[in-house]
């Protein structure tokens, strides 16, 4: 049984499957095994994952005979397929350097208690310039899980996407299947509900590259405004639940509505719609958006 199960979840991603591929297979962590998943692609995906079928570190590859309609089914079929302990979902369309997997994984081995493990990104243009880069202070350590919630994945989610991370796979058993139905921020969801089962490793070497393009699943929901519905409904459940206080709700309400005053204009009047009353009735009064509309036109009027 491999120490880790790759998953790679796949869809319309040819121009970038053999480069993240072939950086998988290039690890200097070598006990893993490789299942790959296409969601019905209608570009060459499906012959370029064949020319992969009997590499020795591919267990298994599903094609998908009708799309899922979602990312994050992708996720669950791949990781109910696992046998891994830890599980890397790597992203179709991203890549890494050689040492993520030996970096996360003795990372997560540091304390028992630990469930999530993950590196810094560059964040990618699609002509291979850097736009931007994810930071930690330190080159390693180890946060509880209130910590982590907190200061981690309440205002700002600090796994910006799947492939920088491992987690431990017997996690996936208390985790609610409902982060599948969201189109855009399931990811966040799943991090959470994992965040909640014990402590995070942080890495603070930058071994991930996450590619920006136009096929890309978080660009279409920022043009559609989905992302601040889904968003602002896992923010909500966060503090009903109690996973967070007032003061930490108000900055994570605040910080999506800034967002949303910069791209307003462009949204889809149906989400619109959606967004207006999530917005107009916040659970706390100290996130009272009379107090953020200053900031936000200030903001959006700066971005301009």
């Known amino acids: ?20 591929l072939d950086t998988i297979f290039q690890q200097t962590f070598e006990d893993y095994e490789v299942i790959i998943l296409d ?20 267990k298994q590859i599903i094609f998908n005979t009708e799309n899922s309609g979602s990312p994050f089914l992708q996720w669950e079929k791949g990781i109910q397929q696992a046998t891994g302990k830890y599980v890397w979902i790597a992203e179709s369309d991203d890549w890494c350097e050689p040492s993520l997997l030996e970096e996360l994984v003795s ?8 469930v999530i493990s993950y590196c810094q990104m560059y964040y990618m243009s699609s002509d291979n310039t850097i736009k931007w880069q994810s930071s930690h202070p330190y080159l390693s350590e180890i946060v509880d899980s209130q910590t982590f919630l907190r200061d981690y994945l309440a205002v700002k989610v600090s796994i910006y996407n799947a492939s920088m ?14 982060f599948t139905t969201f189109k855009f921020s399931g990811d966040r969801l799943f991090w ?19 590619r920006k393009h136009d096929k890309d699943v978080s660009g279409k929901a920022y043009a559609s405004g989905l992302n601040f519905i889904e ?25 999506q509505y800034k967002e949303y005053w910069q791209v307003k204009g462009h949204i889809d009047p149906a989400n619109k719609k ?9 659970l ?5 958006t009379l107090k953020f509309i200053p900031s936000a036109i200030w903001k959006a009027w700066k971005s301009k």
């Not at 796949?10 to 053999?18: D, S, V």
């Not at 491992?166 to 996936?172: K, Q």
């Not at 923010?235 to 900055?251: C, G």
């Not at 959606?274 to 916040?282: D, E, G, M, N, R």
């Open 107 to 114: 990372g997560i081995q540091k304390d028992d208690a630990c």
């Open 274 to 282: 959606l967004i207006v009353p999530l917005f107009a009735h916040p």
């Open 284 to 288: 706390t009064s100290k996130a009272n």
């Open 1 to 20: 049984m491999a120490e880790v199960s790759v998953i790679v979840p796949n869809y319309n991603h040819g121009p970038y499957l053999k480069q993240r």
């Open 39 to 58: 969601d019905c692609s209608t570009d060459n995906s499906r012959e370029i994952i064949r020319s992969y079928e009997n590499h020795p570190k591919v």
């Open 231 to 255: 968003e602002l409904n896992i923010v909500n459940w966060m503090y009903q639940e109690k996973l967070i206080d007032a003061k930490t709700y108000s900055k994570a309400f605040k910080k």
């Open 192 to 210: 959470i509900q994992t965040a909640l089962q014990g402590k995070a490793h942080i890495s603070g070497k930058i071994l991930n590259y996450f």
């Open 165 to 178: 991370a491992i987690f431990r796979r017997d996690c996936f058993e208390n985790i609610d299947r409902k």
